[in-house]
Nanobody, 123 residues
């Protein structure tokens, strides 16, 4: 059984930083692409960042230059470093494991999801 467990969310002031973690069991994350998505109240889940099996990264325009996706193969964990946070970054953040070694901005491209972690950025 594949499980993704996120941690690291919380409340931070605008301009601050957080690092989200996503630890996996039942699947070797380095064999697949991984993605980060977020969902604000009343909005659809949106793409934030993704990393292919070989380490190519993609970011939404809204977070480019502020967020960084990384992976620790030994810990079977992926991370999302979020800097210069803005109130509009407030959302529940989800990690996901892709169906293939590649990635997509579409939620349908991912078959396993974490439970989500709340990030709240105050102004």
């Amino acid at each position: 059984q594949v499980q993704l467990v996120e941690s690291g969310g919380g409340l931070v002031q605008a301009g601050g930083s957080l690092r989200l973690s996503c630890a996996a069991s039942g699947r070797t994350l380095s064999s697949y692409g991984t993605g980060w998505f977020r969902q604000a109240p009343g909005k659809e889940r949106e793409f934030v960042a993704a990393r292919t099996r070989i380490g190519i990264t993609y970011y939404a325009d809204s977070v480019k230059g502020r967020f960084t996706s990384s992976r620790d193969n030994a810990k079977n964990t992926v991370y999302l470093q979020m800097n210069s946070l803005k109130p509009e970054d407030t959302a529940v953040y989800y990690c996901a494991s892709a169906r293939t070694a590649g990635v997509t901005t579409n939620v349908d491209g991912y078959d396993y999801w974490g439970q989500g972690t709340q990030v709240t950025v105050s102004s």
